[in-house]
T-cell receptor, first 113, second 111 residues
Framework: KAGVTQTPRYLIKTRGQQVTLSCSPI?????VSWYQQTPGQGLQFLFE???????NKGNFPGRFSGRQFSNSRSEMNVSTLELGDSALYLC????????????FGQGTRLTVV | ELKVEQNPLFLSMQEGKNYTIYCNYS?????LYWYRQDPGKSLESLFV???NGAVKQEGRLMASLDTKARLSTLHITAAVHDLSATYFC???????????WGAGTKLIIKP
């Protein structure tokens, strides 16, 4: 059974640019959630999608957005990149039901210079 | 403010010893997760605790949840080097994986 796939694994961008990250969940999983991990702030929830609908959003500026496609693949976009956006971005895949386990991808390491 | 506090944040111990990691949280929730992260790697699910009094065990690790005290513990029995990693607890405050994370406990187990 294939795991959660995130692409790309590494990315270097310049301040002011925008970036799109992709997450392919485990087959059959309809929920994808996104997290940002930094040494200073730790792990922080960005948003969660289920069947193409955003169900929850964390406390991040509007520069951070996402979407989910009919095949459950999800993308997140960050516009007008800032140095502080440098982080490991993780997505998690689950069935989306109460209390089910979430499986994480390997993450995308974004560096903003 | 919603908080999830883990302690200790760093733990160095000898193989064969027992120890406990504590996770306190400030909001009402009956869904708590434990994850493991190895350096440079992603998060691996260890336990899903869904009710007061829940206890789960896997190998040398045992996790429990006391929702009244808003406390979860991760107990390590007879530690081995392979358990060296960072352990995170996370509390689900919504219905859909809106997880609030602890800062993580970096565990080093020396041979």
């Amino acid at each position: 059974k294939a795991g959660v796939t995130q692409t790309p694994r590494y990315l270097i961008k310049t301040r002011g640019q925008q970036v799109t990250l992709s997450c392919s969940p485990i087959s059959g999983h309809r929920s994808v959630s996104w997290y940002q991990q930094t040494p200073g702030q730790g792990l922080q929830f960005l948003f969660e999608y289920f069947s193409e609908t955003q169900r929850n959003k964390g406390n991040f500026p509007g520069r951070f957005s996402g979407r989910q496609f009919s095949n459950s693949r999800s993308e997140m976009n960050v516009s007008t990149l800032e140095l502080g956006d440098s982080a490991l971005y993780l997505c998690a895949s689950s069935l989306g039901n109460f209390g089910t386990e979430a499986f994480f991808g390997q993450g995308t390491r974004l560096t903003v210079v | 403010e919603l908080k999830v506090e883990q302690n200790p944040l760093f733990l160095s111990m000898q193989e064969g010893k027992n120890y406990t990691i504590y996770c306190n949280y400030s909001t009402t929730s009956d869904r708590l997760y434990w994850y493991r992260q190895d350096p440079g790697k992603s998060l691996e699910s260890l336990f899903v605790l869904l009710s007061n009094g829940a206890v789960k065990q896997e190998g040398r690790l045992m996790a429990s949840l006391d929702t009244k005290a808003r406390l979860s513990t991760l107990h390590i029995t007879a530690a081995v080097h392979d358990l060296s990693a960072t352990y995170f607890c996370a509390v689900d405050i919504g219905n859909n994986y809106q997880l609030i994370w602890g800062a993580g406990t970096k565990l080093i187990i020396k041979p």
